[in-house]
């Protein structure tokens, strides 16, 4: 089993793999307080728990935005799988042009978003990931990846909101019955629920402007589903983008396994 591990700010994804087959995953918090014993202990229980397979683990392939537990789990990789390692970044041929002034700003794990959404949908591409940060990542119709867009993400700034305003506090996100909320907290539901999308909707205007032709859109991060409901523009939702590049980049730059 390849085991694919996506470490963000917020959470850490973790992903088997048996081939191209997605046998299971799970998240944890990407706590930088984890030591390796305690990411080994953690990881090996969740990975029984959550991916069934009889399969060992017998290559590790990680992407990481937080570079104090990047040498955590790769240090856990080695002492508690005992296993092959690959760690992605922007120094490996992916396929694909990084065709920015500095490839090695661009967080890898929106490299590995690029190569799955090229690979498996097709270019010219947008990648709209609704994570910590609302991430847009372009491939133009050639397959080069040519930079993109960062704004705050959608729980990001509901927090910021409900920590300034005195009289406001934080509310679930989810899809309001009503453009006009009757209370503050159908309000507060509606402004970030719609203001999300109006911004997702224009920044996907603009690029396809600049791109000249209509690039398929492919939405990623934990709330996707949510906001492939209120948006057009997006034509594919695949919560599992970044584990799928991950398996992409071992596939083209890792060991048979």
């Not at 492939?228 to 083209?252: C, M, P, S, Y």
Request: aromatic share 6%; glycine share 10%.
């Amino acid at each position: 089993m390849l085991l694919a591990i996506d470490i963000g700010n917020t959470n850490t994804v973790i992903g088997g793999f048996s081939g191209d087959v997605l046998l299971g995953s799970f998240r944890i918090q990407s706590s930088r307080a984890y030591t390796t014993d305690e990411a080994g202990m953690l990881c090996k229980q969740l990975i029984d728990h959550h991916i069934p397979t009889s399969e060992p683990v017998q290559a590790v392939v990680l992407c990481s935005v937080v570079p104090a537990l990047t040498a955590v789990y790769e240090n856990m990789s080695r002492l508690y799988l005992e296993c092959e390692l690959l760690t992605l970044t922007a120094d490996f041929d992916l396929g694909f042009p990084i065709s920015v002034s500095d490839p090695r700003q661009v967080g890898t794990d929106r490299l590995a978003n690029a190569l799955a959404a090229g690979t498996l949908y097709g270019t010219p591409a947008v990648v709209v990931d609704f994570g910590t940060a609302t991430t847009f990542d372009v491939l133009d119709d050639g397959g080069a990846y040519i930079g993109g867009v960062i704004a705050p993400g959608v729980i990001t700034s509901a927090s910021e909101l409900a920590q300034r305003a005195a009289q406001l506090f934080r509310v679930r996100i989810e899809e309001p019955r009503s453009l006009i909320g009757a209370d503050t907290a159908a309000a507060m539901r509606s402004g970030i629920y719609y203001g999300t999308v109006g911004q997702v909707e224009r920044i996907l205007r603009g690029i396809t402007g600049e791109l000249g032709s209509r690039p398929k859109v492919v939405a990623t991060g934990g709330l996707a589903d949510l906001w492939h409901r209120g948006i057009d523009a997006i034509d594919h939702v695949d919560i599992h983008l970044t584990l799928k590049g991950l398996r992409l980049f071992w596939e083209r730059c890792g060991k048979p396994v």
